[in-house]
């Protein structure tokens, strides 16, 4: 599974990277706001520390003004992926740009059937929003599973982009359905490496180590 980092702050895009733990990047107009910066300037910052998929993200409502706009977000890099939201201006959106040979990545997905259109509009990636479906009682990784076995039945090359992942427990679960990408907020990554038993063992070991006197270096 490849990892997305869900940000568009720099800095830590560059800290991941430099770990090998980002395959890609996604944006949309809430981190675009929360960075404080120009989206064609940030963008193509990001676009510049990573080799993968960097996804931005049109905000026209119109079809025509969506391809215009995904047109020029194109031009900032060869990486970009233009995301445009499940509505059906942006399937229309999808069907254009994709024949254009643009990668795309239609968001705010939240059914197996938004999922089964967006494939027949040619989209590079499908985001299915696990944690907003959690936030109203709904399983969201329930989603994911139902998109994979539709994708894997039909044989659609659409890859499953599971977003909004909030926790360590969804990645997991994410890999274990087969999602072929997901994409999350580097605290959510960072907290990947975390488990309390490796903590104790460390503290132990270290104790330990003081009691022998010793030194490596």
């Given at each position: 599974?490849?990892f997305f980092?869900d940000?568009?702050?720099?800095?830590?895009?560059?800290?991941?990277n430099?770990?090998?733990?980002v395959?890609?990047?996604?944006?949309?107009?809430?981190?675009i706001l929360k960075s404080g910066?120009?989206?064609?300037e940030?963008t193509?910052?990001?676009?510049?520390?990573v080799?993968?998929?960097?996804?931005?993200e049109?905000?026209?409502?119109?079809?025509e003004?969506?391809?215009?706009e995904?047109r020029?977000?194109?031009?900032i890099a060869?990486?970009?992926a233009?995301k445009?939201?499940?509505t059906?201006?942006?399937?229309k959106?999808?069907?254009?740009?994709?024949g254009?040979?643009f990668?795309?990545?239609?968001?705010?997905?939240?059914?197996?059937?938004?999922?089964?259109?967006?494939?027949?509009?040619?989209?590079t990636?499908?985001?299915?929003?696990?944690?907003?479906?959690?936030?109203?009682?709904?399983?969201g990784?329930?989603l994911?599973?139902?998109?994979?076995q539709?994708y894997?039945?039909?044989?659609?090359d659409?890859?499953?982009?599971?977003?909004s992942?909030r926790?360590?427990n969804?990645v997991?679960?994410c890999?274990?359905?087969?999602?072929?990408?997901?994409?999350?907020?580097?605290n959510?990554?960072?907290?990947?490496?975390s488990h309390?038993?490796?903590?104790?063992g460390l503290?132990?070991?270290?104790?330990?180590?003081a009691?022998?006197?010793?030194?490596?270096?």
């Amino acid at each position: 599974m490849r990892f997305f980092v869900d940000t568009a702050d720099v800095e830590a895009i560059a800290e991941l990277n430099d770990l090998g733990m980002v395959d890609g990047v996604t944006t949309n107009p809430s981190l675009i706001l929360k960075s404080g910066r120009d989206i064609l300037e940030v963008t193509k910052e990001i676009c510049g520390i990573v080799s993968g998929p960097v996804s931005a993200e049109v905000v026209a409502l119109k079809a025509e003004d969506m391809i215009a706009e995904g047109r020029k977000l194109a031009e900032i890099a060869e990486n970009i992926a233009v995301k445009v939201p499940l509505t059906w201006d942006g399937l229309k959106t999808c069907k254009v740009l994709s024949g254009e040979g643009f990668m795309v990545n239609v968001t705010l997905c939240f059914s197996a059937n938004q999922a089964l259109l967006a494939a027949k509009a040619g989209a590079t990636f499908i985001s299915p929003f696990i944690g907003r479906l959690d936030d109203i009682n709904l399983d969201g990784l329930e989603l994911i599973g139902d998109i994979r076995q539709i994708y894997d039945n039909y044989g659609f090359d659409t890859q499953i982009l599971a977003a909004s992942v909030r926790t360590a427990n969804h990645v997991t679960q994410c890999a274990l359905i087969g999602a072929d990408v997901m994409t999350a907020p580097p605290n959510v990554i960072k907290a990947m490496a975390s488990h309390v038993l490796t903590d104790k063992g460390l503290d132990q070991f270290m104790k330990d180590w003081a009691k022998t006197g010793q030194k490596i270096l």
